[in-house]
């Protein structure tokens, strides 16, 4: 029998991208239940939505790492990548979310 999943959307929060590579989220759920993840980027005025990693290499990604704890994802944008920009630089602002979906 399958098991019902749900997506939660997740809010990014704070990350000026140009002075920060990377960025550590708790997403609240355990990464052995997550099934799918889409990181979505704004910038700084809000007009321009992206899918981390829409590019590949030249945007960036996210990954799991265990020893930063069970419910942790990292997000990494490239160094010269298309986030690298003064149009992703602001510190105080939701810089995107994340919808997961969750099998639980």
């Given amino acids: 029998m399958a098991r ?3 997506m939660p959307v997740v809010n990014i929060e704070n990350w000026d991208m140009a ?3 990377s960025i550590d989220v708790d997403v609240g759920y355990h990464y052995n239940t997550w ?3 889409c990181v979505m980027i704004r910038d700084d005025l809000g007009t321009t939505i992206r899918r981390l ?3 590949g290499s030249l945007s960036g990604s996210w990954f799991h ?3 930063k704890g069970d419910t942790i994802l990292t ?5 010269g990548g298309d986030f690298d920009s003064v ?6 602002f939701n810089r995107g979310f994340i919808r997961m979906a969750i099998v639980p």
């Fill in 87 to 92: 149009d992703y630089d602001t510190a105080v």
């Fill in 4 to 6: 019902a999943s749900h």
């Fill in 53 to 55: 990693g829409y590019k």
């Fill in 35 to 37: 099934r799918h993840i």
């Fill in 65 to 67: 790492d265990p020893l």
């Fill in 19 to 21: 002075a920060a590579a």
């Fill in 75 to 79: 997000l990494e944008r490239k160094i």
